[in-house]
C-alpha cells in the first residue's frame, strides 16, 4: 500500500477560511447535529484528513458544507480533495422526483428526510442549463394526456395549497408527495401534444415547488431544496419562465430564514434577473426579496433601493395572479418590516408588521401564526409587554388547527421569552394557555 499524499486543496480551503484545525472540527460536529449525527470530532481528525485520511462518506458533505459557510462561497468536493463516485448514473428529472416523493410518502423514512442538511454550496442551474426535453421514466402506461390533464394538475395544486395556508403542510405534503408519483409521473411519461406536453412539465414544477415550500414549513430543509431543485429543471423544460424565477425567489426565502444572507441575496438576484419580462405584480415579489436579503448582508443602500422599487411596483399592480407566490400588500408591508428590523429600526417594523396583520387574508392562518407571533416578538423587545401578549393570545387561537413547524418555535420561542414575565398577570395568563396545548403537540 503507498503512502498517502497530503490534502493540499483541503489545507488551502482551511486557510482561506482563516480556521484552526479545532475550528473546522467543531463546525463539522454542530453540522451533524443539525442533520441528526452525533460527531465529535476534534483536531486530531482533521490533521489525519490534511495528511491525506478521507472521511467517512456521510461526513464529506458536512466538510465541504461548514467550509462553504465560513467562506461564503459554493466549494466542491474536487477542490478538498475529496474523492467523488462519478461512476453513478444520473437520473432523468422524473426518475429522481418519483424517487423523491416514494421516499417522502414513506413514513418510516421521515427520520431520513429530516436528516438532509441546508446546503449554501448547493450548484443552482442556470436558466441554460435546464431548458430542453424532459426524459420520462417508463411506467408502462400508454395514454395519451390532454389539457384536462394538465387543469387536473394544476386544479390539485390549489387545493393542496389551500390547505397549507390553512392547516400548515405537516399533512399536505405528504398528499403532494403521492400526487407527484401517482399522477404527475405518470402524466409526465405519456403521449402528448408539444404544447400539452409543456403544460404538463409547468404544472408538475408548480407543485415541486409547493412541495418543496411546505418542507421547509416543517424543517426539512435539505429536503426543500431538492424538492426546489427538481421545480427548477421541470420549469426549464417546460420554457416556464415564472416558475422558475419564483422558485429561485423561494430558495431566497429560504436562506435568508435560516441566516445564510449572501447565499439568498445571489439567488434573489439570479430570480430577478432570470425574469425577462416581469409584471408589475411579480417585479413587486422579487424585488421585495431582494430588499430583505440586502438588508440581511448590511447593505442599507440597495435594500432600501429595493424596497422602494417593491413600493412602486406594487402600487401598478392590479389583481392576485397566482394561487401561490403572490404577492400583496400585506406580504409587502411583510417585507418592508423585515427590512427594517435587519437594519435596526425595531419600531419601524413593528409598525409595518401591524400593517402586515391587519392586511392579510383570513384564509391564511398559519401565517397568522406566525407573523402575530413575530410581531409579539418584536414589540416585547421595545417594551410593549401587554400588546405583545394580546398579539400571542391571537396567534394562539389559531395554533390548534395549524400543523407546522415553523408555528411550533414560533410557540416554543414565545414560552421562553414569557418566562422573566409571569410575575405579571396578563402575560402568566398567555403562558398558562400555552402550556395547556402540550398534550395535543410536541411543543
Given at each position: 500500500?503507498?503512502a ?13 477560511a ?47 458544507e ?5 467562506c ?34 414513506d ?64 399533512h399536505?405534503r ?14 409526465l ?17 408548480d ?55 449572501p ?50 411596483a406594487?402600487?401598478?399592480?392590479e ?42 387574508c ?15 416578538e418584536r ?48 402575560a ?16
Amino acid at each position: 500500500m503507498g503512502a498517502k499524499c497530503p490534502n493540499e486543496g483541503l489545507r488551502r480551503v482551511l486557510v482561506e477560511a482563516d480556521w484552526s484545525q479545532t475550528q473546522l472540527a467543531q463546525a463539522v460536529n454542530r453540522l451533524g447535529r443539525e442533520c441528526g449525527m452525533q460527531l465529535r470530532y476534534d483536531n486530531s481528525a482533521v490533521s489525519h484528513w490534511l495528511d491525506g485520511t478521507m472521511p467517512r462518506e456521510p461526513v464529506r458533505p458536512l466538510v465541504r458544507e461548514a467550509l462553504a459557510r465560513r467562506c461564503r462561497r459554493p466549494v466542491t468536493f474536487a477542490e478538498i480533495g475529496f474523492a467523488v463516485d462519478t461512476s453513478a448514473s444520473h437520473a432523468s428529472t422524473v426518475e429522481s422526483l418519483v424517487d423523491l416523493g416514494r421516499l417522502d410518502m414513506d413514513p418510516s423514512r421521515r427520520g431520513v428526510l429530516g436528516a438532509g442538511l441546508f446546503s449554501v454550496a448547493l450548484t443552482i442551474p442556470d436558466w441554460q442549463d435546464v431548458v430542453g426535453r424532459v426524459e420520462a421514466v417508463q411506467t408502462g402506461r400508454a395514454a395519451r394526456i390532454g389539457w384536462n390533464d394538465v387543469e387536473t394538475v394544476t386544479a390539485m395544486t390549489e387545493r393542496i395549497s389551500d390547505l397549507d395556508d390553512q392547516f400548515g403542510g405537516r399533512h399536505a405534503r405528504p398528499m403532494a408527495a403521492s400526487f407527484l408519483v401517482n399522477t404527475v409521473a405518470p402524466y409526465l411519461a405519456a403521449d402528448a401534444a408539444q404544447e400539452v406536453r409543456k403544460g404538463m412539465l409547468s404544472a408538475a414544477s408548480d407543485l415541486c415547488y409547493l412541495t418543496g415550500y411546505m418542507a421547509v414549513d416543517e424543517g426539512l430543509h435539505g429536503l426543500a431544496q431538492t424538492y426546489y431543485l427538481r421545480a427548477l429543471e421541470l420549469a426549464g423544460q417546460a420554457d416556464d419562465h415564472l416558475t422558475y424565477c419564483t422558485t429561485l425567489r423561494g430558495m431566497s426565502v429560504q436562506a435568508v430564514d435560516l441566516g445564510h444572507g449572501p447565499q439568498a441575496q445571489r439567488l434573489a438576484d439570479a430570480a430577478a434577473a432570470a425574469s425577462p419580462q416581469a409584471g408589475p405584480r411579480m417585479r413587486a415579489f422579487l424585488a421585495g426579496q431582494q430588499a430583505h436579503s440586502y438588508a440581511q448582508i448590511g447593505d442599507r443602500s440597495n435594500a432600501l433601493h429595493f424596497m422602494a422599487q417593491a413600493e412602486r411596483a406594487m402600487d401598478r399592480a392590479e389583481s392576485r395572479e397566482r394561487t401561490f407566490g403572490a404577492y400583496d400588500p400585506a406580504a409587502l408591508n411583510y417585507h418592508f418590516s423585515q427590512v427594517r428590523f435587519a437594519l435596526g429600526d425595531l419600531a419601524g417594523s413593528v409598525d409595518a408588521m401591524t400593517e402586515a396583520n391587519r392586511l392579510m387574508c383570513s384564509t391564511h392562518r398559519r401565517t397568522r401564526v406566525r407573523e402575530r407571533a413575530l410581531l409579539a416578538e418584536r414589540q416585547l423587545r421595545i417594551g410593549r409587554l401587554e400588546e405583545a401578549c394580546e398579539n400571542w393570545d391571537l396567534a394562539l387561537d389559531d395554533y390548534p388547527l395549524v400543523q407546522s413547524g415553523r408555528c411550533d418555535d414560533r410557540v416554543r420561542d414565545m414560552r421562553a421569552l414569557l418566562r422573566p414575565h409571569l410575575g405579571h398577570p396578563v402575560a402568566r395568563e398567555v403562558y398558562d394557555r400555552s402550556r395547556m396545548l402540550r398534550g395535543t403537540r410536541t411543543v
